[in-house]
């Protein structure tokens, strides 16, 4: 069943203008508006998440797929103007307009992001299992011992050894503080992850097991996932189904393996036959 | 407490008028131009001018220090601070006569607060006799005229650094406490406006991850001071460097806190029969110090907050002058004042000033169903008869 | 019963970066397949038996024709598509129905190991019964079991099949299209690289392990193989149907 159903999501920086979608996007070649120099970084974004699936986010720099990624994880730029439409499961009106408490509430139990950038997503001078305890701290666990399992099981699931549980974060791999990340998104037993390229910052060998743990947990857990990735292989492990961006606009979306085998927009054949 | 207030007459300012030499100029605001022609007769006309403020400086002044204006911003702050317990309320803290630190802030919520038939009493770390209490006790009384004790159960308004008095307070007194660092959060974060967000918001989770990792490296919570509590369910409030033992005090008492610091320029208050809860895991609990069964050695109290008094042992051997002496660690009740009547009557329970039975104020009130002192068991029992 | 019907398929490919060439992979291709049936596909390369797969399986977009599956009774709950209608056309459905078949239903493995690094050989085969929610002990166990059989030596099982030769990876690969029991299993040459032995192995493991309702359909090679497994034969040329024979019938040449 339909968890997550989205139109018209929008992004603008800049002061926007009436001529600003109808100039920008694929066919325009372009996401900045030749009029007013607003970059329109995601638009006419369409798409829905089921329970328990997992949608792929490819394009390149600029494409708009980092930007439509946060605002399905309900993240504010204040430097952005956002639009469109989220229906939630189990929520009234419009997702992207609810107020502070509601987004607060709806970010610590139902929606998680894994940040693209470590430093957005964990405090570094807290523990590993601190960073995990805080999701469940935030979400009114207030049984120490309860607490403790649970991180204690999170590590486990993620494959970081529990007895790092109690070391400042800083003295973390890149590896094991993605997992650190993801276990934290996973904590609260979320519906949806929103994962931000998750193999930024990480040693090829490390990607593939880190990927590998995540799709398991994932698959385990029926949490659905939006993975956002400029790597096709990433997207190839993880996703039923892949929307293709350039521009800010999507521009092909279907199942993962007949968007890579079968592509149809011009575009994406470009993208799949550029893959080394 | 004052009608001040209400009060018909213009506020009284101060004037000052420098009396002027024959070709110098004097500006009100004391800048004084002196020409070398007649310095001689200059050096005269400063002196009669600094003679003359000697004796109309004080009386220059307006009742408790301060000015009429300053006194009602104050109140308006502290009148917000009660309308919403544990929500710090900013206001224009004036310079006073003592450095930021000493408990400028303190002051100026109660000389806005004391009125001519206020009883005032000052401790600082629970002494009377201290030397910065006894500074403050003599600026209100001097700008105030108000008398002042020694006794916490006859003053009405006290103020107090870092301790909260062993005798039960009723609902016509007020405790103002001198506060430090006023945001409970600032230890998780130094940034103010994001902590002001979080306040704003009930958003407290770095704070328990605080707690947590405090659990992680020594077991329990170790928190000794500005023990993080809840007020009324909804702020998280610092109570000031207060040992935990006075936190439980702050939990549905008759009487009213207030939090007033100068140099944040914040006032908070805790109105009567607030519900303040000390922060907690389920599984480690907030307890109060404990003190292995020392007593006091003055009046022998188990149940009062005590602390380490190092003294030399025996008597100094002036005719050897011998310099090796020893040292022994005795312990002594905190709250001096209680403690010297505990040396009369070694029974006085902490709310023996009330009529009423029963009344549970505090680590080991005694009860009037009990009769007796319980011991110090290193636990602590709240007013609302939660057990711990 | 029918367990698939396919009703004028045809695949043509637009290839942009070739300045806009059409290719055609199938044409106007017909056929069913009945409950339990091992076909075998079989035709010249490049005649378009991968392609007739991949449509099947809609890793292709099929551009005309139907592919009627008729679901039986265990219907999976993660489609939104009622349960009293048993048959949906996999050519034309939403792709939320498809990921649905494709967890419960319908298996597909191509002749290379699609594997992922660093996961041992016991792992790859053992996931999709642990994703059907099997417990981990129990999903390797079986996993082990068929590994085994496939002869695959024990030392490789807790190894990384991207240092296997192909012959392993194979084995690996056809172990995991196997291990979940999917009602209807697209094979892609799955023999293609293994030793007359293993091939013999890997033949008896699929009459053996599948159940007696499970319907392949194969892409194979090897005569032996096709004869040995076999029900009939659809034979292709050109991306297009050249005929559907008995097993008995076909004699390792296209019929014209």
Known sequence: ?276 | MTDQIMTDEPPETVEYQLRTADESSVATDGGTTVSSDTVDGETDAVDATLDALESDGLSGYNYAYLDEHTKREVRRSMLKAVAIPGHQVPYASRPMPLARGWGTGGIQASLSILGPDDRFKVIDQGADESVNAANIRRLAENTAEIETTTDTTDADLIQTRHRIPEEVLTDDQILVLQVPITDALRKVDPSDAANRRRHAHKNYGKMWVHLYENVVEWGEINISSRYPTMVGGRYLMDPSPIPRWDVPKLDDADNLFVFAAGREARIYAVPPHTDVEPLAFSDREFTVERFGGQSCHACGSTDTYLVEVSEEAGDTDRETNNTDREFETRYACNDSSFCAKRRENPELPKDHHLDRGGVDWGPKTASETTGSRKTAAGKTKSPGGEAE | MTALTVDGLSKTFDMHVLGDTQVVGLDDVSFDVREGEFLAVVGASGSGKSSLLKCLYRTYDPTGGRVVYHRNALVDSSSDNSSDNSSVDLASCDDQTVIGLRNTAIGYTSQFLDEIPRVPAVDVVSRPLREQGVPAEEARQRARELLSRLRLPEELWEAYPATFSGGERQRVNLAQALAPKPDLLLLDEPTSALDPDTRQAAIDLLREYLDADTTVIGVFHNTAVIEAVADRVVMLEDGQLQGVVPVDDYDGEVVR
């Open chain 1, 1 to 276: 069943m339909t968890l997550l159903s989205a139109t018209g999501l929008q992004t603008v920086y800049g002061e926007g203008c009436s001529r600003c979608i109808e100039s920008t996007g694929d066919r325009a070649g372009t996401n900045q508006c030749p009029h007013c120099g607003s970059v329109v970084a995601c638009a006419e974004a369409d798409l829905s998440v089921r329970e328990g699936e997992v949608l792929g986010i490819v394009g390149e720099s600029g494409s708009g797929k980092s930007s439509l990624a946060e605002q399905l994880a309900l993240e504010r730029d204040p430097d952005a103007t956002t639009t469109g439409m989220v229906d939630y499961d189990g929520y009234d009106g419009n997702l992207l307009a609810v107020d502070y408490e509601t987004r607060h509430d709806l970010r610590t139990s139902d929606i998680a992001l894994v940040h693209q950038h470590i430093r957005d997503g964990l405090n570094p001078e807290f523990t590993g299992g601190g960073n995990v305890a805080e999701k469940l701290l935030s979400a009114g666990w207030r049984s120490y011992e309860d607490v403790r399992d649970r991180v204690q099981e999170l590590f486990e699931a993620t494959e970081i050894p529990v007895d790092r549980m109690d070391d400042p974060t800083s003295t973390y791999s890149g590896g094991m503080q993605r997992r650190v990340q993801i276990a934290r998104a996973l904590a609260t037993d979320p519906e949806l992850v929103v994962l931000d390229e998750p193999t930024t910052g990480l040693d090829v060998s490390v990607q593939a097991r880190v990927l590998d743990m995540f799709r398991q947990v994932q698959r385990e857990e029926g949490v659905a996932c939006v993975v956002v990735s400029h790597d096709l292989g990433v997207v190839r492990l993880l996703a039923d189904r892949t929307l293709v961006m350039r521009h800010g606009r999507i521009v092909e979306s279907g199942l993962t393996d007949r968007v890579m085998e079968d592509p149809h927009h011009e575009y994406t054949q470009t993208l799949i036959n550029s893959v080394i």
